[in-house]
């Protein structure tokens, strides 16, 4: 089983910390960058700026409330941009409000997981989502992401 690359879009220091420290204890560790808001992201996979050289992720976990750019904004950039649109997103986040829901998968988010509270059960979800990604789905190559 090959290691996931892991983009994060989250503003929240503590959240992010917690993803990254879930996914490097899992039995295949992923490969995780992290940016901090929608604007960050897309400089990021369009390798733009100081992002140049950045590596094209297999799977982006992003949050919806983020500053400058949040995530719906995000989602739907990244869904009609013909070089992005083919990685996969997972929406991980606070809400669960049914509309947040319900837009979310009309930009064609791949997933939507609402954060859970306690640290065993965050750390927990994290790894799942880590596991589907690299065990049960088939991912298409990163060149042609």
Known sequence: MRSL??????????DALMI???????????????V??????LDYLRREGSYAQAS???????????????GRETLEAIKTDERLKAIPVVILTTSGAEPDIVASYQHR???????????????STVRQINRFYREVASLPPAAQA
């Open 36 to 41: 901090a808001d929608g604007r960050e992201a």
């Open 5 to 14: 690359q892991i983009l994060v879009v989250d503003d929240d220091d503590a």
């Open 109 to 123: 988010a791949n997933a939507y997981v609402t954060k859970p509270f306690g640290l065993d059960e965050f750390e």
């Open 56 to 70: 094209r992720p297999d799977l982006i976990l992003l949050d919806l409330n983020m500053p400058r750019m949040d």
């Open 20 to 34: 990254s420290e879930a996914l490097e204890a899992a039995e295949t560790r992923a490969s995780v960058d992290r």
